[in-house]
């Protein structure tokens, strides 16, 4: 019956569209307001098993892991945070640095009295999702990284800060964010048009969907402070590395059209049992542009004991 079901999920994974909308969860996930320190953490919860934590990154929301949360939810607890500052959750002014990120993260699992999870993060919640592995590694079991280096951690990050790409990394203060007012769409298409692999993957709905929670009070400011905090983020991984390597199994995905196989340099500096994976014909957006092939990508590493 297991094998079934897997094969079952599969099928399901390979006949869905090469890009999808933003879809609800299911009716039976609950969602609440979790306080941790000067915050309120918005997160979703449903199915049963073994817990699974998934963390989003800049333009997107929690809202990006339904596609994997209907997937995995018959064999697993899933739980689907927003960051601090960023979709339904808070708008403090601190707390920015993935190390507190990580620790709002605990909090949150405390409150939900879940021990141990998977973890399975994209572009800024790899951040968090290393800082969480690195300060609580006894609550990790595994964690599937995508699409988005670690602060701090040798060549590949200093790459990424010379990339012109990443301009944003730097863009933010008084002035900037009332320019971005009111035209948070504008911004966010740039990161859709330039950093995907087919920008019409990403589709209007989609597009619009976030661009509402980016233009929420205080939304874009806290987001450029996500990026403020990198500084500050390299320190705290140094720290972290220099206690030693993770050791839980990870599997480093890049997509085809963005990091690729550079995924697995990056980790391998920073754990000891690394696998690498590679999303076909995607950019950085991958659960826009690739739902079906990244669910089936990662159901089978999620369901590993």
């Given amino acids: 019956m297991i094998r079934v079901f897997f094969a079952a999920l599969i099928a399901a994974a390979l006949a869905s569209p090469a890009h999808a909308r933003v879809e ?22 449903g199915g049963q098993g073994p817990a699974i934590l998934m963390l989003h990154g800049f333009g997107d929301t929690g809202d990006m892991w339904q596609p994997l949360a209907v997937a995995l939810m018959k064999t697993h607890t899933i739980i689907v945070p927003d960051l601090r500052g960023m979709g339904l959750s808070s708008h403090p002014e601190t707390g920015y640095d993935k190390k507190s990120q990580a620790q709002d993260l605990a909090r949150v ?5 879940i021990g141990k999870v998977a973890l399975v993060s994209h572009d800024i919640g790899n951040m968090v999702a290393y800082a969480f592995a690195a300060q609580f590694p006894d609550r990790v079991t595994r964690w599937a990284a995508i699409d988005a280096p670690l602060p701090g951690i040798g060549e590949i990050w200093q790459a990424q800060l010379s990339n012109p790409k990443t301009w944003h990394f730097n863009f933010r203060g008084p002035d900037v964010e009332r320019l971005v007012a009111g035209r948070e769409r504008i911004l966010l298409d740039r990161f859709y048009n330039e950093l995907s ?4 993957a990403i589709d209007e709905q989609t597009r619009e969907h976030y661009a509402k929670l980016y233009a929420r009070p205080k939304a874009i400011h806290n987001a450029f402070q996500q990026f403020e905090a990198f500084p500050q983020d390299g320190k705290d ?26 995924m697995k340099e990056d980790l391998d500096q920073v754990a000891t049992n690394v696998k690498a994976g590679v999303i076909k014909d995607s ?5 826009e542009e690739q739902p079906g092939q990244t669910v089936k990508l990662l159901v089978p590493f999620l369901q590993e004991p």
């Fill in 109 to 113: 699992l405390d409150h939900l009295k």
């Fill in 283 to 287: 950019g950085h957006w991958i659960m």
């Fill in 197 to 200: 692999a087919n920008p019409a």
């Fill in 237 to 262: 991984n140094q720290e972290f590395l220099a206690k030693g390597k993770l050791t839980m199994p990870i599997f480093a995905i890049g997509a085809e059209k963005s990091y690729g196989l550079v």
């Fill in 24 to 45: 609800k969860f299911p009716a039976s996930f609950k969602t609440e307001e979790v306080a941790v320190d000067g915050a309120k953490i918005y997160v979703r919860v």
